[in-house]
């Protein structure tokens, strides 16, 4: 059965458009359900302290549960549903990251031989479930202790908003990522060994496929996506066609025209302006392609969902990397 719930918004978060960041520290006990949501943005999550079982839906609508305990990070996606699962013995203190994938400096880790420093980011979050929560990344005690220090630090200037900010929660967003890729990379045997991760051509389209569902919105080219795969534009994208039945323009097409759905149905903003936010440059383009995936224009899109009273949530992810 699918799950209906509630969309935690940017504005309601203070994940300002001029600067996409937010942090928050909750503590879950039994006492007060958490009911199932998504978010407009992504949110990693770092367990302080406590255990509990995470339950989170895929865009199948199939249900995952999964332990997470003290040291426990993972990343939601936009648009995924989740919950936790408290029982009455059971608290949880965690710290959430609010934020969108502009907030990291991309400029730092653009070299091929460097792409792999962002595995946790591109990679990880787009695993099937049973390997992106069936092994979450899970910290020692000294790895803990890092991580909680940058967090602190994210927290701190935030809060305090002191001279330039916002420049050193980019960079230490930055570094936390790179920091959480390395350990990442150090569990990727384990996926190997599941058979979800067959070779490393295959897990270097996985980034290319996270890549795309992060940076849509941005003009994106060949040879782009060739460094990130580190591979040949070619052979890119034959191993990209293989993998998913698409060509990578198609794909990136599909991906854009479904977030265009999204804001269709959640927003009332221009048919215009949701062409740009989504990755398109000329309206008569986006409402040709929008036409020829969905079958009719924007415009009849928007109002046939509106007479049938079917507008709610559809922020769900296209992007289902266990096919």
């Not at 255990?51 to 305990?69: D, G, L, Y």
């Not at 029982?87 to 792999?116: C, G, H, P, Q």
Request: charged share 25%; with cysteine; net charge neutral.
């Amino acid at each position: 059965m699918s799950e209906k719930g509630s969309v935690f918004t940017a504005s309601e978060h203070n994940v300002r458009e001029g600067f996409p960041f937010a942090i928050s520290h909750w503590i879950h006990d039994a006492d007060k359900e958490i009911l199932w949501h998504s978010h407009e943005f992504i949110e990693i999550v770092f367990i302080v302290d406590g255990s509990t079982t995470h339950v989170f839906q895929a865009p199948n609508s199939s249900k995952f549960e999964s332990k997470v305990s003290k040291g426990d990070i993972f990343i939601i996606n936009p648009g995924e549903l989740h919950t936790y699962k408290i029982l009455k013995d059971e608290r949880i203190e965690v710290i959430n990251m609010l934020f969108y994938s502009n907030i990291v400096d991309w400029t730092l880790i653009r070299d091929a031989e460097k792409m792999d420093l962002m595995d946790f980011f591109y990679v990880q979050p787009f695993l099937p479930p049973e390997a992106r929560f069936g092994n979450v990344l899970k910290l020692n005690k000294e790895e803990a202790v890092f991580a909680r220090q940058m967090v602190e630090n994210l927290a701190y200037e935030y809060k305090n908003k002191k001279n330039n900010y916002k420049l050193l929660i980019k960079l230490i967003m930055t570094q936390l990522i790179v920091v959480l890729s390395r350990m990442f990379a150090e569990q990727m045997t384990v996926y190997s060994s599941l058979g979800l991760v067959k070779t490393l051509k295959i897990e270097n389209i996985h980034r290319v496929l996270g890549y795309l569902e992060r940076h849509y919105s941005e003009d994106i080219t060949l040879e782009q996506l060739a460094k990130i795969s580190i591979s040949s534009e070619r052979q890119m994208t034959r191993i990209f066609k293989s993998i998913t039945g698409e060509t990578i323009f198609g794909y990136l097409h599909k991906l854009r025209i479904e977030k265009a759905k999204s804001l269709l149905l959640v927003t009332d903003n221009k048919i215009s302006d949701i062409c740009t936010a989504v990755g398109f440059n000329d309206i008569s383009f986006f409402n040709k392609v929008f036409k020829k995936i969905v079958g009719v224009s924007p415009k009849d899109y928007r109002t046939s969902k509106a007479q049938t009273g079917s507008i709610k949530n559809e922020f769900i992810s296209t992007l289902d990397m266990g096919r």
